[in-house]
C-alpha cells in the first residue's frame, strides 16, 4: 500500500545517428491532428482495397503493431514507416498527409505543410507539396540545427533526390561519400543509396529537398527502406 507505483515500462526508440522527436512525438494540437488525418487515411485506403491489417503489414514490411498505431493516430511512425505504407497502398507519401483535391491546382500557404520529422533541438523537416502517383514528386523544406543529422536507408530503384542550400552548410552522405555544400550549393543523385543530410556548423542550416518516386502504385515496386 505505501509502496512506490511501478514503473512503466519504456518504449524503445529507433536507433538515430542525433536525438529526433517524429510528428507526432511532442503530440501539440497541430501533430496530434496530423497523426489521427494520416490514421484515417491509411484505415480508409486499407479498407477500400478489403485488405486486412496483416496483408497491409507484410505488404509494406512493417509490423502489424505499428499498422494499428498509424491508424491510431498513436505511432511514432518515422518518414520511412510512412513511405513504406504510402507505397504499399500505391498511392504515395503526399497523399496521407493531403486530403484528396478535386482541383488540379494545390496551394500549401506558409506554415501550412506537414511536419513529418523534427529534432530535439529545432529541427523540421516539412512536406510542402507533392503530386499524386503513379510517378511522386515530393517537395521538402528541410532545417537543421547545429548537430542534427537525418539518416535515409536506400529507397527503390528509380528514386532520384535533388538538394539545394538556402542558408547555411549541409552534408550529404551519398554511398558513404560526403559532399560539403553552402549557400546556394545543389546536388543530384540516386535515392536507391543510402544517404544522410547533417549540419555540421555552429549555426541553423536550411535547404530545399526535391525527391521523385516513378512508378508508385504499379506493382512492380519492391520497397527497401526509408528511414
Known amino acids: 500500500m505505501g509502496g512506490p ?28 491532428a496530423l497523426a489521427l488525418a494520416i490514421g484515417s487515411r491509411v484505415r480508409q485506403e486499407r479498407q477500400s482495397r478489403r485488405w ?13 503493431r505499428m499498422v494499428v498505431n498509424v491508424e491510431q493516430g498513436a505511432a511514432n511512425a518515422s518518414v520511412g514507416t510512412l513511405l513504406r505504407l504510402s507505397d504499399a497502398l500505391g498511392i504515395g507519401l503526399p497523399a496521407l498527409v493531403q486530403p484528396p483535391q478535386l482541383n488540379a491546382v494545390k496551394v500549401t500557404r506558409n506554415g501550412d505543410g506537414a511536419v513529418l520529422w ?4 529545432g529541427g523540421r523537416g516539412v512536406l510542402v507539396a507533392g503530386t499524386e502517383p503513379p510517378d511522386v514528386v515530393e517537395l521538402w523544406d528541410w532545417t537543421l540545427a547545429p548537430g542534427d543529422c537525418h539518416t535515409s536507408e536506400a529507397h527503390t530503384p528509380g528514386t532520384k533526390e535533388l538538394v539545394q542550400v538556402q542558408h547555411g552548410t549541409i ?6 561519400q560526403a559532399f560539403v555544400l553552402d549557400d546556394g550549393d545543389a ?6 543509396m543510402a544517404h544522410s543530410y547533417a549540419n555540421p556548423g555552429t549555426g541553423p542550416a536550411r535547404f530545399s529537398l526535391a525527391v521523385f518516386e516513378p512508378g508508385v502504385g504499379s506493382g512492380s515496386r519492391t520497397e527497401v527502406a526509408h528511414a
Not at 52 to 64: F, H, N, Q
Not at 171 to 176: E, H
Not at 187 to 192: M, P
Open 5 to 32: 507505483p511501478p514503473a512503466r515500462p519504456r518504449v524503445k526508440a529507433a536507433a538515430r545517428a542525433a536525438p529526433l522527436v517524429h510528428y507526432n512525438a511532442l503530440m501539440d494540437d497541430n501533430s496530434a
Open 52 to 64: 486486412t491489417l496483416d496483408r497491409l503489414a507484410e505488404t509494406a514490411g512493417v509490423s502489424r
Open 118 to 121: 523534427s529534432s530535439q533541438s
Open 171 to 176: 552534408t550529404v552522405d551519398v554511398g558513404g
Open 187 to 192: 546536388v543530384a543523385f540516386s535515392g536507391a
